[in-house]
Structure formats: C-alpha cells, structure tokens
C-alpha cells in the first residue's frame, strides 16, 4: 500500500458541469476525510466516513456537494453544477483511529472557468 | 468556536534553528499535530504530541506543548534548505475526527 491516492490530479471545468473525485484511502484505515483548501489558508473540514458511514457533513457544504464511500473503501466527492468558488484543491485523507494523524493524499486542484 | 492561530511567515538562516509557534483556543484538545506541504505537494505528517505530554523530540524536531498557556510550538534544529515549505498547525478536540487548522506559516530559508 503505498498511501493515500486522489484521481485526478488536476481538473479543469466549465461553470455549471458537475465533477467527481475519487479518494483511495490505505486499506486498513476505516476513518476517511475530505478537506478543501485554498490558497493561504489551512484546509477546511468538508466530511468525514467511518467505514461506510458518512458521520458528519460541514455546514460549508452546499447542497451541490455529495460524497459517498459505497463499500468502506473509496470515496468519491461530487460537484453538481460547479460555480467559480468551488476552485481548490480537495484533500482526502485516512486514519485508523483517534491516535496519531490522518495521512493525507496529494489532493486534487480544481478550477472552474 | 474554536481557533488556532500561527504567524504567517518566518525566515531564518540556514545551519540556525527555527521555532514555529502557535495558539489554540480550545482547552479541550487532545492530539495537536505538525503538518508540512511543500508547493504543490499535499500535507505530510510530522509529528504530533498529546495533551498530557510537555515536549516530543524526534530527531531535528522538537514540539513543545504548554497546556496552561494553549501554546504549542516546532523547533527545527539546523534548519536546511529541505525545510523550506508551509508548516500547518492543526488540533484535534473532543470530537473524534475533525482537526481545527491554522492558516500555515511559510518557513523562508536565507543562504
């Protein structure tokens, strides 16, 4: 297992189409987390799974965000009807308990023109 | 709600030690957290300490935590031009999952 992965890396979008990332956590690890981040700023807690279920959603997180983690594994992270503020990149991360950190992916930049 | 506040910038001279300071505002955290990005690179893992812990040393890193006070620093010992990245502080409350971030302090290095 070499960590966490986030497909893609970059995505470019128009204004109005929807988008979907996708988040690998480390296979032993149950808890999983979406951030978004944008430039100067630390990340912002978007939601978080334990195994398939999704605990806890941010008051950040607009109507046009969904996520789902069907079979406690991956994740993905959608984006309907993407507007020019939803540019940033989306960081996934996994941990496996309250101990220690969460390891995070190498996130996926967004950008909507 | 809750807060944790970092400079937003420190220089220091290559070979000198940096010390990377920050500020929390709920006394109930457990775990605080070191992260570091590098430009275009996701956030790795430093290191962390508990609450009930005063001072962590791994190798070049040292944290100092001061409950009292709700300070929490990273001291880097011979700082190299490696160490030039955002250093983000971060804690975990009594919520079992979401961490509080600070806005990152970019560590400059000078030759």
Known sequence: DTGVSQDPRHKITKRGQNVTFRCDPISEHNRLYWYRQTLGQGPEFLTYFQNEAQLEKSRLLSDRFSAERPKGSFSTLEIQRTEQ??????????SSGAQGGYTFGSGTRLTVV | GEDVEQSLFLSVREGDSS????????????????????????LQLL??????????????L??????????????????????????????????????????????????
């Open chain 2, 62 to 111: 040292t944290v100092l935590l001061n409950k009292k006070d709700k300070h929490l620093s990273l001291r880097i010992a011979d700082t190299q031009t490696g160490d030039s990245a955002i250093y983000f502080c971060a804690v975990r409350g009594n919520s079992n999952y979401q961490l509080i971030w600070g806005a990152g302090t970019k560590l400059i290095i000078k030759p």
């Open chain 1, 85 to 94: 503020g939803d540019s940033a990149m989306y960081l996934c991360a996994s």
């Open chain 2, 47 to 60: 290191t962390y300490i508990f609450s009930n812990m005063d001072m962590k040393q791994d190798q070049r």
């Open chain 2, 19 to 42: 010390v990377i300071n920050c500020t929390y505002t709920d006394s109930s955290s457990t775990y605080l957290y070191w992260y570091k990005q590098e430009p275009g690179a996701g």
